[in-house]
């Protein structure tokens, strides 16, 4: 059998199939001859050739679905994909304990296990069995993955269209820690995409691993501590980097209704893009971004310097957590991820 290393696409192969996978059509060249037989299966003519027929059909509701998360996947820079849908990875002592993977997607850090469900017709979930297969391999799946991306870590979601999950289905995903993803999540990040480009990468990453460490941060900064209106705030400098790594913005849409009330505009694609020039042509901002962190039970930790009179504005270092998704921006979310792709961004 295959490595998983073996059944991935290619690099520079990536843009041709995300503009393959996103077109809600197949496209087929044939010999005039066939049209007939085509047209029987559902093909219909799109371009007539001299010798030959381009013809197109819709794709089936599940490839189409897998065709759209796969080509998210993408856009959020995964750049070591899967080839087709043939992807399998071996859970157990014989090739026969394999299994069908829908989408894998890695990075140099990350690596995602996808399983598709759709349903050409909404319906209530039905998905016991799904789950608790997927389940039922997840540790031999965690130790193949492992073989091949050691240090990386590895988060299998469970993306549905059509359905509508039941609660219990719901307790069997949080139950196996996996991550789900429905319709409205995957058309979320569909327009974040279109709106952040690459920088919509941040904003999945603290989704998926909220609250969760981040390996090798240095989360200590020089900062002031003062007061206004009874209560404390800090006033520090950041690097882009670090700090993009833990800050998330909060959009109003279906995929995240239950969060917060309050939330801002969607990011703008060309706003980000005149911030990048900006900064690269050696530009900066003089004025602050206002994040809120969501600091652990036992608050941020603050050392201040030695040798400080007055308690209204004290020097110190400020530890800020270690964490995915520890800091909302409040003001500033195109300064921040204007940074994304420029020469100060990492």
């Known amino acids: ?38 047209e029987a299966k559902g093909w ?5 050739n001299k010798k030959s027929v381009r013809m197109k059909r819709a794709k089936a509701h599940d490839v189409a ?48 296990v996808v399983d598709c469900k759709s349903t050409e017709y909404p319906r209530a979930s039905a998905l016991k069995k799904d789950i608790e297969a997927l389940q039922g391999c997840e540790r031999g799946i965690r130790t193949a993955i492992r073989g091949e991306f050691p240090d990386h870590k590895v988060k299998f979601i469970f993306a549905t269209n059509g359905f509508g999950l039941a609660q219990p289905d719901h307790e ?10 429905d319709e409205d999540a995957i058309e979320y990040y569909e327009d974040l995409l279109t709106h952040l480009g690459p920088a919509a990468r941040y904003q999945f990453l603290g989704m998926l691993f909220a609250g969760q460490k981040i390996p090798g ?7 002031l501590r003062a007061k206004m209106g009874g209560r404390t705030y ?10 993009l790594k833990i800050a998330y913005v909060l959009h109003r849409n279906k995929a995240n209704s239950e969060l917060m009330p309050t939330y801002q505009r969607l990011i703008k694609r060309t706003r980000l893009k005149q911030v ?6 050696g530009g900066f901002f003089p004025n602050s971004l206002i994040i809120n962190v969501d600091a652990p039970s036992r608050g941020l930790g603050f050392d201040k310097f030695a040798g400080q009179s007055g308690a209204d504005v004290v020097a110190g270092t400020l530890k800020l957590p270690q964490q995915f998704r520890s800091a909302y921006v409040i003001d500033g979310q195109h300064r921040l991820y204007g940074y994304v792709n420029s020469k100060h961004g990492s």
């Open 1 to 38: 059998m295959p490595t998983i290393s073996e059944q991935l696409l290619e690099a520079k192969r990536i843009p041709t199939h995300v503009r393959q996978r996103r077109n809600p059509m197949n496209f087929l060249t044939v010999d005039k001859k066939l049209i007939g037989d085509h």
């Open 44 to 48: 219909e003519v799109e371009r007539r």
């Open 276 to 281: 990048r020039e900006f900064v690269d042509a």
């Open 65 to 112: 679905f897998e065709d759209r998360v796969w080509a998210v996947a993408a856009g959020l820079g995964f750049r070591m994909l899967n080839r087709d849908r043939k992807f399998r990875i071996q859970y157990g002592p014989t090739p026969s304990d394999s299994r069908q993977i829908d989408v894998f997607a890695a990075d140099d850090e990350t690596v995602l």
């Open 217 to 223: 941060m240095d989360s200590a900064v020089t900062a």
């Open 172 to 181: 069997r995903i949080e139950s196996a820690k996996f991550v789900h993803l």
């Open 234 to 243: 800090y006033s520090f400098s950041i690097e882009p980097e670090r700090l």
